[in-house]
């Protein structure tokens, strides 16, 4: 009997969406680069499944039914080219391979190419809901040809994660338009987690609350409007504890927060195409600071003691607010970035859909996504969702307890970058007159770089002092 379906790689994300595929009727061939890997995850984790392992490539691409179907789940970057090189010469004109790792968009669209030359379809595809998603259902973010999508579509709808609003797996667009949503995706990621943690900062240094009440404080929050995954895994590790020391674990993590690269390039494609990502783009830099640990040592003791400003507790429900403010506007941001990303390289994504995927599954799961998607379906080309009065009314309605949240933290000397940026992406944005107008005097008054003006049209140049 042969299988229907490939995986290599079986590291945490490959092992739970082979076990995720079989469990869902399917016979899948396994195969990684380090036989022990594979012993380990047959003889541990597969009971019953219909799961073949295999030792050497070429068995494995022999063990697939015809045309193959392989999904490769290894590190990102030159592993996937590699694992190609040696999976071409047993492939043929037809099989599809599937890139379902954080692979950057631009590797996505030079493998597209390349392996048209050797008639191999491919698909760049995102696949967000970590370890538990992969196993249980993620969001599941394909882009490429059709063609290549239509050949597994049964297979990913099957075992991707279920909403009221159907399977959370769609044929994202053309080209890597899977892997830029899946980057954006974690650019919004980013900018949530940094946001509850700056909420986190000021309930514990500000309001002097321990981990448990904290911890509390989310849980009963995310009852209501949040309904956000990330707040749900917050609350759960605030009540996490040490058992050598009995103390909540997240007090004894060290405060350097690491990165894969997603992040950072989001910021980038963001900066490439020219589209307005600030809060998105500082939660990297949160994460680049923390790392300067012996710096920030150091210099806070030049600084000098931070005096924690005078609030009581009844500023809890603003920083709720602030959080759902972050939030909206966090994706906001990553929805402008990827309708840009769209015109530019022709992906042709509905932006719609990536909302409806993201509802389940995946890490950026919140209920805050079906108000996202009723604003957007009121006008599809409000594509970064300000431009309604029902977008308006809700972050107006907040703006109140954000100014208070932010002035409270800049009084303690807190950091709280992307409430501040969130803040000033909102009054930029709608802000009539800019001081952009001297900006443009500046540039023509040093380097004659010309301006347009308000009350007649051309582009002008003025001698703005004399040359000698
Ligand atoms: P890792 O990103 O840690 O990659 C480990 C896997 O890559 C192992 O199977 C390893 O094989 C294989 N590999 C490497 Br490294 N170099 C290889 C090469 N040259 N040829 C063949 N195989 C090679 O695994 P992961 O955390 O399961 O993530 C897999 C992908 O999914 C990544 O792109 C990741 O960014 C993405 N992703 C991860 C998560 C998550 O929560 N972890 C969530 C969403 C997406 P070996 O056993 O022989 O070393």
Redesign the pocket.
Known sequence: MKANIGVV??????QNLALNIARNGYAVAVY???AE?TKKFVEERVKGEKIFPSFDIQHFVDSIEKPRKIIL????G??VD??IEELLPYLEKGDLLID????HYADTNERLERLSHHGILYLGMG??G??YGALHGPSIMPGGSLEAYKMVQDVLTKIAAKTEDGPCCTYVGNGSAGHFVKMVHNGIEYSIMQSISEIYDIMRKVLKMNSAEIGRVFEEWNKGELGSFLVEITYKIMNYMDEETNRPLVELILDKAEQ?GTGKWTAQAALDLGVPTPSLNVAVFARTISHFKEQRIQLSKIFGEKKMAHVDKSIVKDLEKSLLFNMFLSFSQGLWLIHEASNAYNYNIDLLEVLRIWKGGCIIRAKLLDFLRNILKDNPQNINLLASDLAMNFVKEKLPSVLRVSSIARESGLPTPVLNNSIDYLFSLTEENLPANLIQAQRDFFGAHTFERIDKEGTFHVEWQELE
């Open positions: 790689g079986l590291a945490v994300m490959g990684n680069r380090t890997r789940m290894v590190k990102a030159s592993p590699e694992i379902a790792g954080n692979s696949v967000s970590g370890e894969k």
